[in-house]
């Protein structure tokens, strides 16, 4: 009866087994046809524009409109050609092209038929004249695209000019913005018929539709008429709409079809058509009736079966058995005194006294397993307890010291933000230390707990090694420095920038040995070296070694270096911090590498510590000579000066990143050029209907209206006063063939973001005209001035922030020190904007935000936060929802990490910004009066004079904003934005 209960159950699971298999087969089947009709549509597409590339090459429209002879001989040279075009379209039976017949004649033009295997034939085109543009099955494959102004496949029509029911691809040609005519491919509904009708099984069908949901072809519905370009809905289009307007591609949906209940899934062709496979899936419930009386039929057989052989069985075995089991029952709880009464000289007989000399061993049996028992559950209780109480104490420690702990230094840097008193700045920095050491010790515990217990687990992901490097050598230079050690750098130039890895374990074991070997070293050097060997195309074996001149470790103690909890020496490091877990989760981390460290160490002279790890290259960009790129930026610094002078010059600036705009505003301050920023395409085209300019920049990847867009809309707005004006493309994917696709695009050159200086002020030269750009002569006053400037003023060392590449693109340090501000303002909302939009599923513009990212980040030096936005780029760019929800968090977490990280580089400028006198509110708008009166001179040498004059004063918050406007306008010399803002 329990077995016939579980029949729902079982039918149940196995339907939803069935239904999974089904699944998967609908998957590969819609997958194998998608490809199918991709390969024949995109043949049949490619076949049209090459149709359309020839005539646009060939074509001389006022030949043609001047000799008829000439339009004959044309028509003659396309029918010899276009069957050659075509043979990538297998599948076509009517190629044509048809000129304009208003300017041409009513039957200008060709028209073949036949098919690529035997050949095609011309025959008379049709007189457009005699049918109303209306007319679908005699001219719809001409007026369509017309109408549409773009390629367009059509509708499956009855065509009676060849007396076929054939689907049209057709575009419109077009010569210089002139309107030649249409190409067109006919493909016979047959080659459809054919793609879908071949599956692999009878109950499956195929429906293909075009991507405004009218049927193309239904396999199940093979006989049955259809009316080409009809509006109205029919029952199995309204039967279509759940599995239609549903957005997975992947599941298989249920929905009516053809009266019966189907499971169909969905597939988009790069064509825009909309392919559905199904199968009838009324014969699961049919099968598994027919499964589950069977099933209850062998059931009632085997329920027989039993009656009699328990009957048989009943007098023979059951009842001595019966007996017997009683008694071995009493035994098992123990009644050691109970009679076994039965014998006999067959096998029971015998059971019977091996119980009853059973029952003698088992007083003595039961006795010690008692006792053992009892032993073993007190041993077991011990463990667990134990094991609970460093749980416990380990989860209570992560809670109860760390939430402290983050408080104070929560607020320690509202002290270190806030306060203006040295000693109390000074008490401050010891605490935040302190505490951040005390933190370091915790994630020790915590981090030996997680590997001890299994959970530690690596994580690969592209990183920037250079970033990292920069980041370790600045955070030991600064421990190293108290200590008056030298830090010697081996590290190899040619060593791949990009790799993929776990940066955030390996960071954590070269620091850990950089740590100890400042620790253990009281005098002399830390040499630090890096190198690697290729062993695969795009693999290479990193190595990495620390040594140093410190105490040095003796040979006996050197198997407790990897000890948990233990420390060498205790009394005499008894004053060095630590927990004595460092080297052992190296150790640990590493064995997760399939590596481990080896130590050489000699007492009292040093030790050395090194490993080998295996990672895969990113990019084959090489990350150079790490100290040299920060020299390079500081010497840049010093020698750069700008050479380009142009007053009279004006251009236009577009770009959706305010933090770029501020760069390039920075960079061209002294070439005196009138600068225009606008933060989309929209803005960009009315200032091009406002101004005439002599260069245009437009930023590639903006929301809405993108770069190329714009450009496009741009040369063809009536009111543009800019046209044939050098326009120059903003791009931060330095990708080869980029100069062709920007080119191509309408582009007149392009520049890559994160833009240097030189590279900046050389484009504009280049495409300036002469006669704006004035003569300067290199001032040697100047030079000494900056060169003096710039080795009194050294850059400062943040962690994570690449200074040698920040330098690179801000040119000086003032434009580095706004960028870096400007960048720290944005990172709490752009963070949540970022969040915000993958919440919402937004791949588009979150692609678009990530783009920006990149591009500001790598701006800044900020060069693992960039990789990372590079690679979300990409996948959200290939719509992997699934991968960028997965990498997001890591992104969002390491740019947030700058909040901490520029702490208090930003805490510096407010100290530095303190220092300047207050002014009252009253004040300032007298001082705006003053500006007033200048502005209505038209003196931009007295702007620049009152510009210089605030600078000096603290601006108050509630006019802050207002000052940041007018300080842009003058610095553009912008006179009619000024008027508007001291009227406000």
Not at 375 to 381: G, L, Q
Not at 615 to 624: D, L, V
Not at 713 to 733: D, E, V
């Amino acid at each position: 009866m329990s077995l016939i209960l579980l029949l729902p159950l079982h039918s149940y699971f196995q339907n939803k087994h069935y239904t999974e298999e089904i699944n998967k087969t609908l998957n590969l089947i819609a997958e194998q046809k998608k490809e199918e009709f991709n390969n024949c549509f995109s043949s049949v597409e490619r076949a049209v524009h090459s149709i359309s590339n020839y005539v646009i090459d060939t074509i001389d429209p006022e030949q043609i409109l001047k000799n008829p002879s000439s339009m004959q001989k044309y028509c003659r040279e396309l029918e010899t050609v276009l069957p050659g075009i075509a043979t990538v379209a297998k599948d076509s039976v009517a190629l044509y092209f048809r000129l304009d017949p208003n300017i041409y004649g009513e039957k200008a033009g060709v028209f073949l038929t036949g098919n690529t295997r035997n050949g095609f034939i011309s025959i008379s085109p049709t007189d457009l004249s005699l049918y109303s543009p209306t007319d679908v099955e005699h001219v719809c494959w001409y007026y369509i695209p017309v109408w549409a102004g773009h390629p367009t496949w059509i509708e499956p029509y009855a065509n009676k000019n060849i007396n076929m029911h054939i689907l049209t691809y057709a575009m419109p040609v077009y010569k210089d913005g002139i309107f030649l005519g249409v190409a067109g491919i006919d493909i016979n509904l047959a080659t459809i018929k054919n793609i879908s009708d071949t599956l692999p099984y009878e109950e499956y069908s195929a429906i293909l539709l075009t991507s405004s949901n009218s049927m193309v072809y239904n396999t199940s519905s093979k006989n049955s008429s259809f009316s080409p370009h009809s509006r109205e809905e029919n029952n199995e289009q309204r039967n279509l709409k759940p599995i239609l307007n549903t957005r997975k591609t992947s599941h298989a949906h249920q929905f009516i079809h053809q009266n019966s209940p189907h499971l169909g899934i969905k597939k988009i062709l790069k064509n825009g058509m909309i392919l559905i496979i199904a199968t009838d899936i009324s014969s699961i419930a049919r099968r598994n009736i027919h499964q589950n009386i069977c099933m209850i039929l062998v059931l009632i057989l085997i329920f027989l079966i039993a009656i009699i052989n328990t009957y048989l069985s009943h007098t023979q075995i059951i009842n001595p058995i019966a007996d017997l089991t009683k008694s071995s029952y009493r035994l098992s709880r123990g009644e050691l005194g109970i009679q076994i009464l039965y014998k006999s000289n067959n096998e029971i007989g015998s059971l019977a006294d091996s119980l009853r000399k059973m029952e003698v061993q088992l007083k003595e049996y039961i006795e010690f397993i008692r006792e053992q028992t009892k032993n073993e559950r007190a041993a077991k209780e011990i463990a667990i307890n134990a094991s609970k109480a460093k749980s416990d104490f380990l989860a209570n420690m992560s809670h109860e010291i760390r939430t402290p702990i983050n408080a104070v230094l929560g607020m320690d840097e509202m002290i270190l933000r806030e306060s203006r008193d040295e000693n109390i700045l000074q008490y401050a920095a010891n605490i935040k230390q302190a505490g951040n050491s005390l933190l370091a010790i915790i994630n020790d515990v915590l981090d030996f707990s997680k590997i001890e217990s299994g959970k530690m687990e690596l994580i690969p992901e592209t990183y920037d090694f250079s970033s990292i490097l920069i980041d370790l050598i600045i955070m030991i230079s600064e421990r190293a420095k108290t200590k008056n050690l030298d830090i010697v750098l081996k590290i190899n130039p040619n060593i791949p920038k990009l790799l993929v890895g776990d940066s955030i374990r390996i960071k954590q074991c070269i620091l850990n040995l950089l740590t100890n070997a400042v620790k253990y070293t009281p005098e002399g050097k830390i040499t630090f070296s890096v190198d690697f060997v290729p062993i695969e195309t795009n693999k290479i074996r990193l190595s990495v070694s620390v040594e140093d001149t410190g105490i040095g470790i003796k040979k006996e103690d050197l198997p407790k270096l990897f000890s948990p909890f233990e420390r060498i020496e205790e009394n005499r490091n008894k004053t060095i911090e630590g927990s004595g877990l460092g080297l052992n989760i190296v150790q640990q981390i590493l064995d997760l590498m399939d590596s481990q460290l080896v130590v050489h160490s000699e007492y009292g002279k040093g030790s050395k510590f090194s490993f080998e790890i295996e990672q895969t290259i990113s990019n084959s960009e090489k990350i150079g000579d790490i100290m040299e790129n920060y020299k390079k930026a500081v010497s840049f610094m010093e020698k750069y000066t700008e050479t380009l002078i142009a007053p009279a010059a004006h251009l236009l600036f577009v770009d959706d990143t305010e933090i770029n705009l501020e760069v390039i505003k920075g960079l061209l301050k002294n070439t005196k050029i009138q600068l225009d920023m606008v933060m989309s395409g929209e803005e960009a085209l009315e200032k091009v209907c406002e101004n005439v300019y002599d260069i245009i920049f437009i930023d590639h990847r903006m929301p809405k209206m993108d770069g190329i867009e714009t450009l496009s809309t741009m040369k063809k707005l009536s009111g543009n006063r800019c046209k044939n004006k050098p326009c120059i493309a903003l791009t931060a994917n330095a990708i080869s063939g980029a100069r062709e696709m920007y080119i191509k695009a309408g582009f007149t050159d392009y520049i890559t973001k994160p833009i240097s200086p030189r590279t900046l002020e050389d484009i504009i030269r280049k495409y300036l005209p002469k006669s704006l750009i004035e003569t300067v002569e290199p001032s040697q006053e100047s030079s000494g001035t900056n060169t003096t400037s710039g080795s009194n003023d050294e850059l400062p060392q943040i962690e994570g922030i690449d200074m040698a590449t920040c330098m690179e693109y801000c040119g000086t340090k003032e434009i580095l020190t706004d960028m870096l501000l400007r960048f720290y303002k944005t990172i709490q909302p752009a963070s949540d904007e970022l969040e915000s939009l993958l919440a919402k599923e937004d791949l588009e513009n979150y692609r678009i935000k990530v783009h920006a990212l990149k591009s500001s980040a790598k701006l800044v030096g900020a060069m693992e936060l960039s990789a990372k936005a590079a690679e979300l780029e990409h996948d959200s760019e290939e719509h992997n929802l699934e991968i960028v929800n997965e990498k997001t968090p890591a992104l969002l977490d390491l740019y947030r990490s700058y909040l901490e990280k520029l702490s208090n580089f930003v805490n510096n400028i407010k100290i530095s910004n303190s220092e300047k006198t207050p002014i009252s509110p009253e004040e300032f708008s007298q001082k705006l009066n003053s500006l007033a009166k200048i502005v209505d001179d038209f003196d931009s040498i007295q702007m620049d004079e009152w510009l210089k004059e605030m600078s000096k004063f603290e601006i108050p918050d509630a006019s802050s904003d207002l000052f940041e406007k007018i300080k842009t306008s003058i610095e553009n010399i912008d006179f009619d934005n000024l008027k508007i803002l001291l009227m406000e």
